[in-house]
């Protein structure tokens, strides 16, 4: 797996991608050129209302589409129109655009500040770009009653001209209706230096956008997945809702001039990674306030860091409007991911509309050894964080990326197709999330992937054929998702694969190119609905280790020298399908098998050697037509006694016949299941089989087996299920099965068992689910014991000796005893011919 250099480490890493936003924009501090839109056209400002699709109308802007100039009190319909600030502003229509070219300095990063209200539509967005980098950030409603916020949106200049462009990604029938835009100015963004004592980057948030000093709703900070390019730097906005960088000027600031409230609970998100030291016990410290804005309390903050949590509630204080709060935690790693979000959703106490929340200012920590600084984001792992929410596409945006992991989390929504634009890209792992929606097809452009990998996931439609010319690609796996169509016969030009994992909804044939790879080590196609046959091709693929195609419809024979041509195979699973034929002779040449799973199909003849494999820990060849009844059908058991490895021996339901040979008690004490049901084996239980102490399922029903069952079952204390029934074995039941503690299920019902049920075996403390002794000639009567069996859903003593008298008509139900009135899982009780359903009919 990929992992950055220390040499390189970054010292903020990012965080989740919630909603769907990008970055970029440049200039000079304060307003773009007419960014107030005050500066009249050539003609004068409109008197009512004008739609502008010229190129020079508007002062400073190019302009797309549907562009309206409008005046404050401008009304549309009955609704009056929103103009943030002074007498003008812009409206774009659907997939309009207004654009003006910046002169920056290249490699610099700027933040753009605007203003945007909604207008007739209930959800509304905006465009920003600086192309290729772009956010589409949607209009919110919720953060104040005046119906207009200004946003912040950041980007580092490629070049010394940009082009700065504002669009309507167009939502609404009405091709007028769309956001209000004004007040559009830049600043350039400084990284402050680290301070010698504090390892946190613009802990004080002095730092950030620009600010208009006569605006008092701050500045709404959207997801921002970039530390590189935020508008707050060092800092990332992990959430799908804004937080809101607040001057002292309007709002009470713990600290300095700037600060972060935090709003929309778990919804507002910010953090940082920072450089640690791991096993160094760290303490951070931070300010948590008011902001005197009529905010609702309580007011609470969780802060983490690394795999700390502290939920801090703030304390109103006459003297203060703020006060100072510690998290000490132990670094784990290299990187130390600190954030904080607001416990609460609060709202004014004014509107309670809008929302409000604590303030956070201040941040930082002791106990610090200072790296140096990095140079890019080459590595973001957030497996495992319990993340929410959609991957946001300015994901697109961190150009230097190599490694991206968001791995068992909760993601959802579509995978956004600017991850086609990180070129540099080698491991994308986006694994057991809820991603949905089809597999960009662009991701064919991160032309040096290695890994990826989309397990796990609701991901639907076909397998992009593009994916091709992906030639450095090693690892490919999209199992567990809801894939259709065919696999591509182009996937033979994968030529670097290793691994490739598809059991989705795949139908077709196996294509003959895949024989062309190889490399190609790992083969999965489980649980698809495949047909045909596997191209023989496949199988002269000498570096395969693990072939995998089970539950399809395939049919065919496994080629005779399997062994021979594949050599290094570890694993063979093609259960559940038409295959037929004998099982390859020479599979014992595979000596690194460890697992062969050959259930539900046709084959038949003998099971071969297997002496040869020493890592066989699972065999499943049940469900087949295997063997023919003769004495030699169970001749391969002896190559397997010295196996010490084997935990998993499946031969279910062939026509296996022969003697049960005593060697079975010198099998792996490793083994765990051991089923030889549905057969025509004969012979009696080798004593030796309770040497097999780690043996928790025992199915050797529905055979001809004989004798008695010995009183070394006592030893295989293990045991879970044990099902002997229908076969000929006599004698009495051995007490000692009171020994198997954790016996759940016996069945030893159709055989000759005499003697009574000993109440050994109705003590076992597991408490036994499942009973059935029937058809046997057991005598005395039901124990009392049997009420101890809380868990008992189903006893079947039907067709024994019981004192069966005893059981007719009004001596029935004395006969049985009312301990069993305390099994309230009870579900059939048989005894002799009479049912009694469910525990009500016992006094329950």
Known sequence: MFQSSTRSRCFTLLVLFFALFASAILGEDGLVTNGDFETPPATGFPKDEALVEGAT????????????????????????????????????GNDAEISQELTVEKGSTYSVTFSAARTCAQLESLNVSVPP??????????????????????????????????????????????????????????????PKDNAVINGDYEEGPWMFANVSLGVLLPTKLDEETSSLPGWIVESNRAVRYIDSYHYSVPQGK????????KEGIISQMVETTPNKPYTMSFALGHAEDKCKQPLAIMA???????????????????????????AKAERTRIAFYSVYYNTRT??????????????????????RRHQRVVELDLHSYKLVGGLSPSIGNLSFLRLLNLENNSLSSSIPGELGRLFRLQMLRLGNNSFSGEIPANISSCANLIALRLEGNNLTGKLPEQLESLSKLKVLNFESNNLVGEIPPSFGNLSSIVEIGMRNDLKGVIPHSIGRLKRLEIFSFGANNLSGTIPPSIFNLSTLTGFAVPVNQLHGTLPPDLGHTLPNLETLLVHTNRFSGLIPMTISNASNLSAVELGDNFFTGKIPSLGSLPNLWFLSIGHNYLGSGQD???????????????????????????????????????????AF???????????????????AVWAWNDNKISGSIPSSVGNMTSLIEAYLDLNN?????????????NLLALGLSNNNLSGSIPKELLNIPSGIFSLNLSENHLTGSLPLEVGNLVHLGELDVSKNRLSASEFEGEFFQRSIPESLSSSRALKVLDLSHKIVANSQALGD
């Open 57 to 92: 109308e508007i002062p400073g802007w190019k302009t797309n589409g549907t562009v309206e100039l409008v005046s404050s009190g401008q009304k549309q319909g009955a609704m009056i129109l929103i103009v943030p600030r002074g007498a003008h502003a812009v409206r774009l």
């Open 133 to 194: 980098a772009s956010q589409t950030i949607d209009l919110q409603t919720l953060y104040n009653v005046q119906g207009w916020d200004p946003y912040a949106w950041a980007f580092e200049a490629a070049e010394d001209k940009v082009r700065l462009v504002f669009t309507n990604p167009g939502m609404e029938d009405d091709p007028t209706c769309g956001p209000i835009i004004d007040d559009i100015a830049i600043k350039k963004l400084f990284t402050p230096d680290r």
């Open 258 to 265: 700037r600060a972060i409230e935090l709003l929309s609970g």
């Open 304 to 330: 983490f860091a690394g795999d700390q949590a502290q939920n801090i509630h703030y304390t109103p204080d006459s003297n203060s409007t703020f006060q100072l709060a510690n998290l000490n935690f132990t």
């Open 350 to 371: 004014d509107d309670m509309s809008s929302l409000c929340g604590p303030v956070v200012d201040d941040v930082r920590w002791s106990g610090v050894t200072c790296g």
């Open 632 to 674: 030699d059908d169970l001749s391969f058991l002896y190559s397997l006694e010295n196996n010490t490895v084997l935990e998993v021996f499946d031969v279910y339901a062939n026509h296996l016949g022969g003697v049960l040979p005593e060697i079975l008690g010198n099998f792996s004490k490793n083994l765990r299941i051991m």
């Open 677 to 695: 049901g549905r057969n025509q084996i004969r012979g009696t239980i080798p004593d030796g089989i309770g040497n097999l102490v780690s043996l």
């Open 729 to 741: 074995l006599h004698g009495s039941i051995p007490s000692n099965l009171g020994n198997c503690r």
